[in-house]
């Protein structure tokens, strides 16, 4: 519970990399994700190279703070791979995969956030052009990750008006 109290929307880094085991941590949290009819759905391409995380953070309005993440997981979605070859799956089932990476991320005192490529199609566009991702491919989101600096803060989103019992 702390992990998912405490984790937070890290925009601010410090630029340090992120090693490469942390790296294969988070990874293997994305994996451990629940999945419809276990099909797993999902390629996730890690970018760690200074010059490409500085062209996607020019090129993506939302993707600034990529210019000082120490890496960045570009989560896919693939239709054909997933439970009734349908897209929809595909994307829920990453969607869940990407949370897994946040929290990971988290619990590993490092930072992170969800940056959404998917629907934006000139988004997506831009994603598969520069990282060579084949059209069939879903780019879902861009999770830059790093070293926080501290500025980003936890923020208790709980509110009871949200909950329903037994009926609407």
Known sequence: MTVILQRKSVRNFTGKPVSRADVLEILRAAMAAPAAVHMMPWKFLVITEKAELERLSAGLPYAKMLSKAGTCILVC????????G??????LDCSCASENIL??????????????????????GFVRKELGIPEEVIPLNLIPIGHPTG???AQDKFDEKNIHWEKW
Do not use: Q, R
Not at 77 to 84: D, K, Q, T, V
Not at 103 to 124: F, I
């Open 86 to 91: 349908s897209g929809e799956f595909a994307i």
């Open 103 to 124: 929290l990971a991320a988290e619990a590993l005192g490092l930072g992170a956030v969800w940056t959404a490529v998917y629907p934006n199609k000139n988004l997506m």
């Open 151 to 153: 500025e980003d803060k």
């Open 77 to 84: 979605a693939l239709p054909g791979e997933a439970a009734f």
